[in-house]
């Protein structure tokens, strides 16, 4: 059962413009974090969102949790080649257990 | 801190084989978990602990054993490999389990069976 899915799946955009990754699921999350991850290495957390409608930046980077605890959106401004990579959202249903997305895998083009 | 390792990094097994997938941290962590990782389906929980002689199933168990003797180790055998189970699979470590605990994943090992 994927309780998660992500949009796009691809997405390949030119060095400098604006992009917008999207996580969404029907069931709620008491919590909800992003990872990257390079090709031939694990996931690293980039991001914890805990409350509904709760904002985080991380240098160019915002993260967003919707106000139902349902679904959560990546912005990226002005992406550079060092942003390629895979993105993955996972979410926690308050257990010992996270859900995690089906990925979108970022390329960007110098 | 060496973190979590995985061994080996590269497997090819024949359909029926057995084999065990290594996993170790040195961060003293309690929570440990499996995932396996498929093009288009993210990452998927195999088995996960909470501490030292504790286990408990994930999302897709079937097929794969797990055991924690100790708090550094927690090894995933699969008792019989079928090509369904040709995945890369990671191991991945926090504190506690729970969402203010950053999960430290490993490397990967990449399985491929015949």
């Known amino acids: 059962t994927q309780l998660l899915e992500q949009s796009p799946q691809f997405l390949s955009i030119q060095e400098g413009e604006n992009l917008t990754v999207y996580c969404n699921s029907s069931s709620v999350f008491s919590s909800l974090q992003w990872y990257r991850q390079e090709p031939g290495e694990g996931p690293v957390l980039l991001v914890t969102v805990v409350t509904g409608g709760e904002v985080k930046k991380l240098k160019r980077l915002t993260f967003q949790f919707g106000d139902a605890r349902k679904d959560s959106s990546l912005h990226i401004t002005a992406a550079q080649p060092g942003d390629t990579g895979l993105y993955l959202c996972a979410g926690d249903n308050n257990g010992n257990q996270f859900y995690f997305g089906t990925g979108t895998s970022l390329t960007v083009i110098p | 801190n060496a973190g979590v390792t995985q061994t080996p990094k590269f497997q090819v097994l024949k359909t029926g084989q057995s084999m065990t997938l290594q996993c170790a941290q040195d961060m003293n962590h309690e929570y440990m978990s499996w995932y396996r990782q498929d093009p288009g389906m993210g990452l998927r929980l195999i088995h996960y602990?909470?501490?030292?002689?504790?286990?408990d199933q994930g999302e897709v168990p079937n097929g794969y054993n797990v055991s924690r003797s100790t708090t550094e180790d927690f090894p995933l055998r699969l008792l019989s490999a079928a090509p369904s189970q040709t995945s890369v699979y990671f191991c991945?470590?926090?504190?506690?389990?729970?969402?203010?605990?950053?999960?430290?994943f490993g490397p990967g090992t990449r399985l491929t069976v015949l």
């Open positions: 602990s909470v501490g030292a002689g504790i286990t």
């Open positions: 991945a470590s926090s504190y506690v389990a729970g969402p203010y605990n950053e999960q430290f």
